[in-house]
């Protein structure tokens, strides 16, 4: 299990996205990424290995957009590799996951045969599959993820955001941790308190089943019945 960060605000976030998952380096780690939008479409940059590959890539081939998630993965499902490495994206989803998705080859193998077509080993691409199938039926952000979280079966601490939704960003937690992070004029994501310290110290800890919709000026938070929660915001040092 590895680390997650999500930064929705009115600044470039690939720079605090980078320095963000550095902070998360303790924890191990083969492989990173950062996806964001730009001018309503995903953009993301993977390397297998260190944050220096990462780095070194954003170096040569910036992205800009306010709006993004990173992660540092340890691969459970699919070897280490740039392909298989998170963000799982397509043109409607970009998708950071810690964790296991247990009914991954059901789930797999039914979007399969309905014409979905696979590009990596991971268990967390059924996850980007979901929510594009929803949303291509019509369903707001909002209920695709509603519906995507209740077919999924295991741990997982996910980040989402949306093709043309630059206000949006979705946490879910369910048997692997995630904060939301209050800022001024910005909301963040993160699987532990240590990636979001230097952004802000204002922090929710989800509890479990909870599942949080982000705004650059606040968050929604859901339980798993859906039913919108009051969790406490706490002061860390
Ligand atoms: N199961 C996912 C994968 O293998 C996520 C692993 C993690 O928690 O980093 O890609």
């Known amino acids: 299990m590895c680390g997650i960060l999500g ?6 976030v690939a720079p605090l996205l980078l320095d963000g998952l550095k902070r998360l380096e303790y924890r191990g780690y083969d492989s990173a990424g950062i996806a964001t939008l730009v001018n309503g479409r995903i953009d ?25 998630i990173g992660h540092t993965r340890w691969a459970t499902h699919g070897p280490p590799s740039e392909r298989n490495a998170h963000p799982h994206a397509n043109d409607r ?5 810690n964790g296991i998705i247990e009914n991954f080859r059901e789930l797999r193998h039914a979007l399969q045969e309905s014409g979905h077509a696979f590009e990596t080993q991971t268990d967390t691409e059924v996850i980007a599959h979901l929510l594009a199938d929803e949303l291509a039926a019509g369903a707001t952000p909002e209920h695709a993820m509603a519906r995507a979280l209740a077919q999924l079966e295991g741990a997982f601490a996910l980040a989402v955001i949306f093709a043309g939704h630059h206000h949006l960003m979705i ?12 800022g001024e004029d910005a909301m963040y994501l993160g699987s532990d ?14 509890e479990e089943g909870d599942w949080a919709v982000l705004s650059p000026a606040g968050a929604r938070i859901y339980d798993a019945a859906g039913d919108p929660v009051d969790r406490p915001v706490k002061q860390t040092a």
Not at 50 to 68: D, Q, S, W
Not at 93 to 97: I, K, L, S
Not at 193 to 206: D, K
């Open 171 to 182: 946490g879910a937690r369910r048997g692997s941790p995630l904060a939301v992070g209050y």
């Open 7 to 12: 930064i929705i605000g009115d600044q470039p």
């Open 93 to 97: 989803v970009a998708v950071v996951h």
């Open 44 to 68: 993301r940059r993977r390397a297998q290995g260190k944050l220096t590959n990462l780095a070194h890539l954003l170096a040569r081939e910036p992205i800009a957009g306010t709006v993004g």
């Open 193 to 206: 308190a240590l990636g979001l310290a230097p952004l802000t110290s204002r922090i929710c800890y989800l």
